[in-house]
């Protein structure tokens, strides 16, 4: 008996010690207000502070048919963290009586979710053991508290959230985490006061020391209070450094846009992407709140009257005529109160405008006209310009041809333009040059009438740029649109690498300060050499913060934290000096030097010049994504080189490149890698003039009537390809379905007309609907002699339309024409170069007639990819006039292969330089047969060098096989 007395007072003394351990943890105490919750929700939401009540009020209206869900984020900012927490107690009720099917909180993505009770009107408690309902509390970035209400409309109330613990927090000794700025992203506009907040976790620093981006000292001072407030600086990027402390507070101080006229056609423009990509992700712990108006803001600050969005149609169409704008028309209006307009622009055609599973465009185009024609009405006066897609021309977002393409943005541009004539549409943006067969094939489809900007993306190297645009300018004057303005509606820089430092986020890689400078020196250089190239906007990718490729590729002007990188003050300059100024063309300043001259509106001159390096000479290496940049290609090094410029010797003023003034001597300028201006230059005229960026469109064809449309749905008597943009028949009388769709208010009348080869079961006259469509199954034969094409066009009403026009070709074996090649040398290894992410074997193998190569991957290789490369001996092996590359191909083991491709490369470099990718079909285990095609008219064959043929896949190990490789000549 005694001994159980004895065991019951050491536990109740246990008991009392552990209850005077736990006490409200200081971070806490703030928590509760509304501008710590992030709006999450199927409806509009709207989050407030009610003082009547001392609780936050979150208020909630659905959409007619949506999914009624409302969980508002509460993000812990570091250093919170439920790492120590044991308890969370808050009360909660709703204003009205309300079923709901659940209510929970939610801690990040854990599952099963903390079950709340079922909601009253009168305030309920809730305590939350965390040790029961999180098993790793130390992981949660974020919580969601909420509902699924059955009531259209919602409103309720949270109080006295707090988290108890029994550990005394560390101090934050990160200085990045310690210092608050007071500016969004830390970007404050030149006149702002220069207000800096310490965390009521950090440690008190002794002394601070200012430093700018060169890593000079500017100022240094005592830290005596919890804020600190610096004097007026200059326009620039720096760096706050605290004793005793780890990393660095940096900020950026960038010119007013308010204080300059504004320019509605300014060409300097960002892609923001900021409906998907400032969604409230719960694995980041250093989410700002209410990162959609945190990126609005800064887009405003960085000088900004564009901005690229995106949007998902499947998210808000979800029904025909069911439409939920959720967080794209939040976005829209942020952007549109900051005098930001957008270029709207979305894919994902939802299941029920779609022709089956593996579909990715629409095939009802009444469906995908009316959706356009709702965005435009619903978004008017914020998207200012609508582009249909996105990278068409990649497998990632399309599997359709060519010519299903076309017929998707005859209908989405009509009802753009039925909703706003006066809305300028875009082209989706091409993914680059390299698959241009197919940009070509949409506009024999009569694409040119329906789009008024010609929009495509580059992340090639600077170098590349002018071949680039003469590709471009070449596609353009084939079919007629040379006078159309060309956009770059993304535009990105591979050439710092794969992230150098683990990120806040787990898993992802971020920017080291040396690469966040390599970016800053690309961004200026690639934009002002392609408005020099005649570009007329350029949209550089991208504003938020994303990772891709694993994670490992870090884009982005923010950080994960939402703060600016160098790079973002770098545009900030380019639109304040040359925002408003008109490119007159290169300059040669010498060796090693580039410069590009601008008029300004008062008719002086600005010269913009920089020191070459490897940004503006070389090619990223073709494992950028699997590979950082080597250790010698580093911003670290200045590249100092002189210049004179002519006339008397003078002082001249400008801006470095992140707007700091500057001076120069005019027979002395020293130019670094980081361009830099000088203003009121004389005596300089390009020695390469600017190309003018187009403006107009050609005059309408007479006698054309746009709203029939055709589209065709192919039968397995075609065959088509990765690119594609061809298809081959198979056998005569290949089955195909033929849609006639007219997208007017009126009926039409007319008749359809066929070319290209023999047509069964083609219509006589025919009547079409207002809105309507008629579909026909036909047959087709190819007859010798006719154009490889299968084209249908008509007459409706009097007017022509425009055609479907299939690009047909014949594959090797079918006719008597080509000339073979037969590469025995492509079977000796002493003639393959090892090119892989692992270690590569190349051997003969005898048994199998073939060259193998074997590739092992030593473990944690995430990107495993093997492209042995092959030179070519010129000029016997040359490329000129190839029809394709056959060859047998077999694969051990076949079930890790992701993917297979030959790369066409116009250099001898290993690893690098330019190149055409050629998809292949993935092989298996036994011999296969397969021709990949050159049919690709900017492949430019006659400057191919070498070829790599290689796999990526998941597997250890791989092994390819290849034989019988035959060269195809037409």
């Known amino acids: 008996m005694k001994r159980f007395f004895l065991m019951l007072l050491w536990g109740v003394l246990l008991s009392s010690a552990a209850g005077a351990e736990l006490r409200l943890l200081p971070w806490s105490e703030n928590v509760c207000r509304a501008a710590r919750f992030e709006a999450n929700s199927s409806g509009r939401m709207r989050i407030t502070d009610d003082p009547a009540e001392k609780a936050v009020r979150i208020e909630v209206e659905f959409p007619p048919g949506a999914d009624r869900w409302v969980y508002p984020y509460l993000r812990l900012r570091a250093p919170e963290s439920l790492a120590g927490v044991e308890r969370i107690r808050f009360e909660f009720r709703t204003e009205t009586e309300v079923t709901c099917r659940f209510a929970h909180v939610m801690f990040g993505e854990e599952k099963p979710y903390f079950k709340l009770p079922a909601p009253k009107t009168e305030y309920q408690a809730v305590t939350i053991d965390v040790a029961s309902a999180v098993r790793r509390p130390e992981t949660i970035a974020a919580l969601r508290i909420g509902m699924n209400p059955d009531a259209p409309k919602l409103t309720w109330f949270i109080r ?442 008062d008719g002086s001159r600005t010269l913009v010049y920089w020191s070459c390096s490897f940004i503006d000479t070389d090619a990223p290496v073709a494992s950028v994504y699997m590979a950082v940049v080597p250790a010698e290609q580093s911003a670290k090094d200045p590249l100092e080189r002189s210049f004179r410029l002519p006339g008397a010797r003078r002082r001249l003023s400008g801006v470095d490149l992140f707007g700091t003034p500057l001076e120069a001597d005019s027979w002395n300028v020293t130019a670094i890698r980081f361009p830099a201006m000088l203003d009121h230059v004389t005596g300089l005229r390009p020695d390469i003039s600017a190309r003018r960026p187009g403006t107009g469109k050609s005059a309408a064809k007479p006698g054309l009537d746009k709203t029939v449309v055709f589209r065709t749905e192919l039968s397995d008597g075609f065959e088509t390809f990765d690119s594609r943009d061809f298809a081959a028949v198979k056998n005569p009388g290949a089955k195909f379905k033929l849609q006639v769709w007219n997208l007017s208010d009126r009926p039409k009348s007319g008749t359809v007309r066929a070319s290209g080869g023999r047509f069964a079961g083609l219509p006589g006259e025919i009547t079409l609907p207002p809105f309507g469509k008629r579909e026909f199954e036909l047959a087709f034969t190819r007859e010798d002699g006719a154009k490889p094409e299968l084209r249908i066009d008509g007459l409706f009403n009097g007017s022509r339309t425009t055609p479907l026009v299939i690009p047909l070709v014949a594959l090797p074996g079918v006719g008597a024409s080509a000339r073979r090649m037969e590469m025995p040398r492509m079977l000796k290894p002493e003639n393959w170069r090892v090119n892989s992410s692992g270690d590569t074997e190349i051997f003969y193998d005898a048994a199998e007639k073939a060259i193998a190569f074997r590739t092992r991957f030593a473990p944690g290789t995430e990107d495993r990819w093997s492209y042995p490369e092959f030179l070519l001996q010129l000029p016997r092996e040359s490329q000129q006039g190839l029809f394709g590359v056959a060859f047998e191909v077999k694969v051990s083991p076949a079930a890790g292969v992701r993917q297979m491709a030959l790369m066409a490369v116009r250099s001898r470099e290993n690893e690098r330089g330019h190149y055409v990718t050629l998809r292949v079909p993935v092989p298996g285990e036994e011999w296969q047969e397969r021709f990949v095609s050159y049919l690709t008219p900017h492949l430019k064959p006659e400057k191919i060098q070498q070829l790599r043929i290689g796999v990526n896949v998941l597997s250890d190990d791989v092994t390819v096989y290849l034989r019988n490789i035959r060269f195809i000549y037409k």
């Not at 040379?482 to 806040?504: D, I, Q, Y």
């Not at 949209?539 to 002007?557: A, S, T, Y």
Request: net charge negative; aromatic share 14%; hydrophobic share 40%.
């Open 160 to 601: 006295n959230l707090e988290f108890f613990g029994t550990r005394e927090p560390a101090r934050v000794t990160d200085a990045s985490l310690a210092v608050d700025a007071g500016a969004p992203g830390a970007a404050f506009l030149q006149g702002e006061t220069l207000k800096f907040r310490l965390d009521p976790l950090a440690a008190r620093p002794s002394r601070w020391t200012l430093k700018n981006w060169k890593n000079e000292t500017v100022r240094q001072g005592e830290w005596a209070d919890a804020e600190l407030t610096l004097d007026p600086l200059p326009n620039g990027y720096y760096a706050l450094e605290l004793a005793g402390f780890t990393g660095v507070r940096t900020f950026a101080v960038v010119p007013d846009p308010r204080r300059r006229p504004p320019n509605p056609g300014l060409y300097f423009a960002m892609d923001s992407a900021q409906s998907w990509l400032a969604r409230p992700f719960t694995d980041n712990p250093r989410l700002v709140p209410n990162a959609y108006e945190a990126v609005s803001e800064l887009a405003r600050r960085a000088g900004l009257r564009i901005v690229r969005e995106r949007m998902h149609w499947k998210e808000t169409e979800p029904a025909p005529g069911v439409f939920d704008w959720k967080q794209y028309m939040r976005n829209a209006e942020l952007l549109s109160a900051r005098g930001v307009e957008v270029s709207g622009m979305y894919h994902n055609a939802p299941a029920w405008a779609k022709n089956g599973e593996d579909a990715m465009l629409p095939a009802d185009l009444l469906a995908t006209y009316d959706f356009a024609k709702k965005a435009a009405e619903t978004f008017r006066g914020k998207m200012t310009v609508w582009e249909f897609w996105n990278e068409q021309d990649s497998t990632g977002f399309t599997a359709e041809g060519a010519w299903d393409y076309a017929a998707a943005l005859k209908a989405a541009y009509l009802g753009f333009k039925a909703a706003a004539p006066e809305l300028p549409v875009a082209i989706g943006g091409y993914a680059g040059t390299d698959n241009f067969a197919y940009a070509d094939a949409v506009m024999r489809n009569g694409a040119g009438e329906y789009f008024d900007i010609f929009n495509i993306h580059t992340y090639d190297s600077i170098r590349d740029y002018p071949e680039f645009m003469e590709t471009v300018r070449s596609h353009m004057k084939r079919f007629g649109i040379e006078k159309l303005p060309v956009w770059f509606t993304e535009h990105g820089s591979r050439m710092e690498g794969a992230g150098r430092l683990e990120n806040w986020v787990p898993g992802l890689k971020m920017h080291s300060p040396d690469q966040e400078m390599l970016l800053a020196e690309f961004l200026p250089k690639a934009m002002l050499t392609l408005q020099n190239l005649g570009a007329a906007r350029d949209f550089f990718f991208v504003l938020p913060p994303f990772n891709e490729f694993g994670g490992r590729k870090d884009w982005g002007m923010l950080r994960r934290d939402f703060t600016v990188k160098p790079g973002y003050a770098a545009f900030a300059t380019l639109v304040d000096k040359l925002g408003t100024a008109t490119p007159e063309g290169e300059v040669k300043l010498g060796d090693g030097l580039k410069g590009y001259l601008y008029r300004q509106k």
